[in-house]
Nanobody, 114 residues
């Protein structure tokens, strides 16, 4: 049973930074893609960024300037560094693992507000 556990969310002021982490556990194929998606209130879920085991990265529209995805393959962990956060970044952020199946974390709230 694969599990994804996110951490690092919370409340931050506009212009601030947060670093999200997602640890995968269970039987995981070594070749996989891990990523982050988000769902803002009243909006559809959208891709933030994805990264494969070789380090190839793909960012969603408008995400590349302020967000950086990285991973530690030895720890089966993916990170999302978020800088210069804006109120419109407020959303539930979901970790995603694409391997033999697609797995989702439970989501973690990020709120950007003064």
């Amino acid at each position: 049973q694969v599990q994804l556990v996110e951490s690092g969310g919370g409340l931050v002021q506009p212009g601030g930074s947060l670093r999200l982490s997602c640890v995968a556990s269970g039987v995981i194929f070594k070749t996989n893609i891990m990523g982050w998606y988000r769902r803002a209130p009243g909006k559809q879920r959208e891709l933030v960024a994805r990264i494969d085991t070789l380090g190839s990265v793909f960012y969603g529209d408008g995400m590349k300037d302020r967000f950086t995805i990285s991973r530690d393959n030895d720890k089966d962990t993916v990170y999302l560094q978020m800088n210069s956060l804006k109120p419109e970044d407020t959303a539930v952020y979901y970790c995603n693992l694409d391997t033999d199946q697609i797995y989702w974390g439970q989501g973690i709230q990020v709120t950007v507000s003064a």
